[in-house]
Structures are given as structure tokens and as C-alpha cells.
């Protein structure tokens, strides 16, 4: 199975992204399902049952990391990918802590993962020729990541989907006031 690690906004989120693609850019020709909106934490590719087994064990002994805040506030386009996206400024540590432990896991797993460095983003529109103009309205999109997810990449004849297969909670942080 293709799959991948990530952080799924929550519904009001995806639909609040999706109204804001529809109102401040230009129409795409291979404009990304809301449904499909995610950020990436760790690329796996093809795994095995093995990879997953081993994957799964390493996350479940991993150290707790805290829920933080994700925010979606610049946007970008990849030309090599024709890839145009949402992304964060600043991410919370507990972001970078989260996908840089994922990325150790996945070579534990055996998997040989992109040598980039991790830039979190949310894919709004892919085959895009060239850089899309500026946004008429610009992004600020919040949501708290408390969870993140086993992603399986599945294409058929409408395109591809992801499809949550495993999820695993992040450490809820308590705050007192005084």
C-alpha cells in the first residue's frame, strides 16, 4: 500500500480552507478535494505488512509529544511538482518534534524517505503550470492537531483518495490560569 504519516484539519477547517480557495484564487484544473486536505509529517511510499508492524510499534514506544496549534498562514508553489499549497510561517515545536521522530521511525522501519527538509504544508491545487497570482484575501487558518494519522493513497478512476487507516493521540497539555 502507498501511504503516509499526517495531521487532518478538522471538518470546519477543510470547508473553511476550501471557501477560501473558491473566493481568493483563480480556478485550478486539478484543484485538491477538501476532503483529501491534509499535512504531511512523514512521505512512507510503498510499505509492506512488515513496514507497518514496525512502524507501529516504534510510534506506539515513541515519547509523548503535546497537541499544539497548527497554522496555515503563507502560501507556496513547487514547480518541479507543479504543486501549489498553504503552509506555516512558524510551526510549534511539538510540529517539528512530531515529524522529525516520525522520519527516524520510518528508517527504523527500513523505509528510505526524501532527503528535503520538512516544509508542512497543505496541497490546495496540483498540475498547476505555473505559480498561481497572489491570494485576493490572505490565509490564516487555525486548528488544534490532537491526533495525527496512517494515510493509505488509494487511485482509481476518480482520482485519489486518502483514506485514514490507524490514528494515535498526541498528549493532551492541561493549562492552569491563576
Known amino acids: ?6 495531521l ?6 477543510k470547508l473553511a480552507i476550501d471557501a477560501w480557495r473558491h473566493k481568493s484564487l483563480p480556478q485550478f484544473n486539478a484543484p485538491v478535494p477538501a476532503a483529501n486536505f491534509h499535512v504531511t509529517l512523514a512521505f512512507l ?3 509492506t505488512a512488515k513496514h507497518l508492524d514496525s512502524i507501529n510499534t516504534e510510534i506506539e514506544n515513541m515519547p509523548d509529544i503535546a497537541e499544539f496549534d497548527v497554522t496555515l498562514d503563507q502560501v507556496g508553489y ?3 511538482p507543479k504543486a501549489f499549497w498553504l503552509g506555516c510561517q512558524n510551526s510549534a515545536e511539538q510540529h517539528k518534534q512530531l515529524a ?3 522520519h527516524k521511525i520510518a528508517k527504523i522501519a527500513g523505509l528510505n524517505l526524501p532527503k528535503h527538509p520538512y516544509i508542512p ?7 498547476c503550470n505555473e ?3 497572489a491570494p485576493l484575501i490572505q490565509p490564516n487558518f487555525n486548528w488544534r492537531a490532537k491526533e495525527f494519522h496512517l494515510y493509505e493513497s488509494v487511485s482509481s478512476s476518480h482520482g485519489v483518495a486518502y483514506h485514514i487507516r490507524q490514528s494515535w493521540p498526541l498528549k493532551m497539555s492541561f493549562s492552569f490560569n491563576r
Open 78 to 80: 513547487w514547480p518541479k
Open 131 to 133: 505559480n498561481p497570482p
Open 100 to 102: 522529525k521522530q516520525l
Open 45 to 47: 511510499g510503498q510499505v
Open 8 to 13: 487532518s484539519p478538522d471538518a470546519k477547517t
Open 121 to 127: 504544508h497543505l496541497t490546495l491545487a496540483r498540475k
Open 1 to 6: 500500500m502507498r501511504a503516509f504519516l499526517g
